[in-house]
């Protein structure tokens, strides 16, 4: 029976309880190890020089980052660029510009490069001042695509907080209001976080037309709102992203900028109305003053 047993402490050896200190060391070798290949920091003349050799009427080299992320070939299409290139141009369409900041910081972990310039969907990728080639990490190149992990339901049968009949009435509600915006096919969607945000500032419910679009894709940009705005998902039936604000979205949220500036502009209004009526009361008083030093020489004549 000894020979059936499984090792003390795991099939993997004995736990010793130390894995946040592990992982701790690691990511500091890590980041030193990055800070050594990246060097010293560029000058505004050598970045500037660098995001215009990476400019399309300068390069046609592009490596493009669709709806399936950043994947295992990506890494290996950057790594072959930056053998003939310090730089690489990043083209990004679809889910993943949902969050511009996510993907800016996953490339520089899994690569070890650096953002040195990103407008919209075109992100420019540093490799370093002592990066070599042939101390690159092997990556070998992945001709599969494995499976996708099972995720619980995103769509409840009740949301938390309602019944079932106010759940679908709701649901009703929220497919029957004007949609926010079309969805078009690997578009460019780093608007669409602040665009929702400011629309639940007028309503609860807000729609997004995904016609068109495949129902993988506007599943996971629907994940990506409800954890960037935050909201509450109601429904994705007829190709629809229905969201809800939630109860307590008024009291929880910030003010967005355009809250700020509709508060400053009525704040302005309301002062300048209040100096309008003063200055017509002191004027009105001006000229009682006037009148009645006028009358009193025509009284004394």
Sequence with gaps: MDGVCCPRGGPYGEVCGEVGPAKEAAEERWRAAREKVLGEPLTQAER????????????????????DGLTHNMLNDIHNSW?????????????????????CTQLEEKTGGLVIHRHGGQIILYRGR????????VIPLMLWKPHEPVYPKLIKTT???????????????GLAVPALIKLAKNGYYASLVPMVRDAFLVDELVRIDCKGLPRSDYKKIGVKLRDLVPCVLVTFDKEQIVMWRGKDYCSTSP???????????????DSTMEKSDTDILNEGSDDQSVVSDTSIPELIV
């Design 48 to 67: 500037a020089m660098l995001i215009d050799k990476c400019q399309k009427h300068r390069t046609k080299r592009q490596v493009n980052l669709g709806r």
């Design 83 to 103: 053998k003939n290139a310090e730089a690489v141009r990043i083209k990004c369409l679809g889910v993943p510009t949902v969050d511009m900041k996510n993907v």
């Design 130 to 137: 002592h990066y070599n080639p042939k101390k690159r990490p």
């Design 159 to 173: 949301i938390d907080g309602l019944t079932i009949e106010e759940t679908k009435d709701m649901r009703k509600r």
């Design 255 to 269: 003010k967005s900028d355009a809250q700020t500036f509709f508060t400053v502009v009525a704040n302005s209004e």
